[in-house]
């Protein structure tokens, strides 16, 4: 007993390695999860410490930096600097991997402003996956030794596969946020790298016939994580494991879900700055005028009445961004509705939707790029957010929709399913209702489900109780924090 009190109040090093955190650079939910879980590990006493590559975005935006070590690695042009400093707002140590060659360039993290991946991302995240094991075996000269090193996504896949048969080394762990991106890359590419030649063969890091950087993590990790239990199961199956079932259901018992939190400072609605008005579950007022401020900046009809249908995301398959537009072209014809879209992504999808806006004019407005400001006022401003995604990891703006009184409309999959209960007769008495789910991503599903929506938005008693519902629910990052706090525990 007193054994294991001591053990649950020990503190620990844990260093979190990403390539993208929310406020520094971000591109989707990993950024969120990035800049929000280090710091709640923090509150909960950890010395959890953040490393990122140094894009220059996120070197301006990180302020006061210091260099702490210079890294020279074989086969890589000039050094790597470590650059030492805060995730700005937080308290988290931050370091930056200052290599120019690879990180000091225009775009996004991983494409070229055509669109097209960078031709050097093996070279690119091979070296922060050196840089990351660097720091994991305390080998940087920072006198810190991390107890865990937790990795994400295939970026940082490589790290695990570096230590992995290297003495003293940390306890590992590997999150999925998205099995569909595995950092796959030719033959070829993998000898330029100058790796160990083992690590190319079926049962490490092979796939295919090409490197897969993400099997780094899936192989070499002591522990794998993803972000809902539901995911979790699925990916163990063919139609979501994307060839890497077989690996996943061989490592189902190191294999776990633990929901995303999300940051309930940045996503109020009672102080979001964002917004044209503040309001709270016990004064609901400011809620049309945000709705009046999106419908104007969209350029749609400046009608409270009129229900507001909205979508936020990255505009690809797998957000099911064609079943939105399909589905919406039906329903404009049906009922006296709007659309307001906010994303980018596959020019094919955002042509689809100017169009839809085109034929649409006053009832669809769309946005096409990346906009914060926005993203919050349309999360206040809509009667219901669609998200009826082919698959989701997690997904963060269903959440966002319940806490901001915006009932979300989504297909039943991994943190979709975890978080959504469908409206019911049922559901409603038990006061679990807060949105409405269809189990396949059919446009037919998703015409029927939204109708019944729209119907509940009429229904007074429908309508309230799922807003009290999900503005009432409890998705702060602390809970998820300690979920992850209990697994390093487990497996030191
Ligand atoms: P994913 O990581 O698969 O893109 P998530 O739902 O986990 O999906 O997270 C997406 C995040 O990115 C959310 O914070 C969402 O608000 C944000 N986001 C996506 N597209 C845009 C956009 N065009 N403008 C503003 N925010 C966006
Ligand atoms: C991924 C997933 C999304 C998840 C996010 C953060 O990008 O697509 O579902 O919420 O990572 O974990």
């Not at 192989?219 to 239990?229: E, G, L, Q």
């Not at 979501?240 to 259901?249: A, D, I, N, R």
């Not at 409405?436 to 309508?463: G, M, Q, W, Y």
Request: with cysteine.
């Amino acid at each position: 007993m007193i054994q294991i009190k001591e053990y649950k109040n020990q503190f620990m090093n844990i260093l979190f390695a990403s390539s993208e955190a929310h406020p520094l650079i971000k591109t989707g939910g990993l950024a969120d999860v990035s800049g929000s879980l280090p710091p709640a590990l923090r509150q909960l006493r950890q010395d959890c410490r953040l490393i990122l590559p140094g894009y220059p975005v996120a070197i301006e935006k990180a302020g006061d930096l210091k260099v702490v070590a210079e890294l020279e690695f074989p086969g890589y042009s000039g050094p790597a600097r470590i650059l030492e400093g805060l995730l700005p707002g937080t308290r988290v140590p931050l370091y930056l991997v200052d290599a120019p060659l690879y990180f000091n360039r225009a775009g996004d993290p991983y494409r070229a402003s055509n669109g097209h991946d960078w031709q050097d991302n093996h070279q690119r995240f091979a070296l922060f996956s050196l840089a990351i094991a660097s720091l994991a075996m305390d080998q940087a000269g920072l006198d810190w030794k991390p107890d865990i090193l937790h990795c994400n996504d295939w970026q940082t896949g490589l790290a695990p596969a570096l230590i992995h048969d290297r003495h003293d080394r940390p306890v590992s762990i590997f999150t999925i946020h998205n099995l569909a991106y595995q950092g796959l890359f030719p033959l070829h590419a993998f000898h330029e790298l100058s790796l160990p030649q083992h690590l190319w063969a079926p049962h490490y890091m092979e796939f295919h016939g090409h490197f897969s950087f993400i099997k780094g993590g899936l192989v070499f990790a002591d522990h794998i994580t993803t972000v809902s239990k539901t995911y979790a199961e699925e990916i163990r199956s063919q139609e979501y494991g994307y060839g890497l079932e077989g690996l996943l259901e061989y490592r189902k018992d190191n294999l776990s879900g633990i929901l995303n939190g999300i940051d309930t400072r940045t996503w109020n609605p009672e102080k979001d700055k964002y917004l044209e008005a503040n309001y709270s579950l016990d004064d609901l007022g400011g809620k049309q005028q945000n709705k009046l401020a999106i419908q104007r900046a969209m350029g749609l009809q400046e009608n409270a009445d009129i229900p507001l249908v909205s979508h936020i995301g990255r505009m690809v398959e797998q957000k099911g961004v064609d079943l939105i537009l399909h589905a919406m072209r039906t329903l404009l014809e049906r009922r006296s509705i709007q659309l307001a879209m906010l994303g980018s992504g596959e020019k094919h999808f955002e042509q689809h939707a100017l169009q839809l806006q085109a034929d649409y004019p006053g009832s669809v407005g769309v946005h096409i790029g990346y906009s914060e400001q926005l993203a919050h006022l349309i999360e206040a401003g809509a009667d219901l957010f669609l998200m009826p995604s082919r698959f989701e990891p997690c997904g963060l703006n269903q959440m966002y929709s319940l806490r901001y009184g915006t009932p979300p409309v989504v297909r039943r999959t991994g943190g979709l399913a975890d978080t959504i209960v469908d409206t019911t007769p049922e559901t409603l008495a038990a006061g679990r209702a807060n949105g409405f789910s269809f189990d396949l991503p059919h446009v037919d599903e998703l015409i029927a489900c939204t109708e019944r929506a729209l119907d509940c938005l009429t229904d007074k008693n429908c309508h309230d109780s799922l807003i009290y519902n999900g503005m009432s629910q409890d998705f702060s990052w602390e809970r998820s924090a300690r979920e992850y706090l209990d697994l390093y525990r487990q497996l030191m």
